[in-house]
Nanobody
Framework: EVQLVEFGGGLVQPGGSLRLSCASSGFTFSNYAMGWVRQAPGKGLEWVSGINSGGDTSSYADSVKGRFTISRDDAKSTLYLQMNSLKPEDTAMYYC?????????????????WGQGTQVTVSS
């Protein structure tokens, strides 16, 4: 079956960095756009970043632009999110998500398969 499993979350100080990974299986990873979506405590889902099939274009929410970098390794069917200059407001559960098409949108509803999430906590 289709599976997405996130790794790499944890506790980090403001200004620090984390690298999230998403291992996928059960579908042809290279054919689909992928994204990262997060949910802060008590808040709704927020789209963070997306990358198209082929990996040549990517996009970011204004809140993370310039600090986060999305990438993919199709040979390993793995999605990544490099997070730098982390802020307390980045604290959230981060979900890896699969788009049903070669391009992904900027809305969490554009994604149809989700991982279980990995917790990122940014605190002094």
């Amino acid at each position: 079956e289709v599976q997405l499993v996130e790794f790499g979350g944890g506790l980090v100080q403001p200004g620090g960095s984390l690298r999230l990974s998403c291992a996928s299986s059960g579908f042809t990873f290279s054919n689909y756009a992928m994204g990262w979506v997060r949910q802060a405590p008590g808040k709704g889902l927020e789209w963070v970043s997306g990358i198209n099939s082929g990996g040549d274009t990517s996009s970011y929410a204004d809140s993370v632009k310039g600090r986060f970098t999305i990438s993919r390794d199709d040979a390993k069917s793995t999605l990544y999110l490099q997070m730098n200059s982390l802020k307390p407001e980045d604290t959230a559960m981060y979900y890896c998500a699969k788009s049903p098409s070669v391009v992904g949108g900027r809305d969490p509803n554009d994604y149809n398969i989700w991982g279980q999430g990995t917790q990122v906590t940014v605190s002094s």
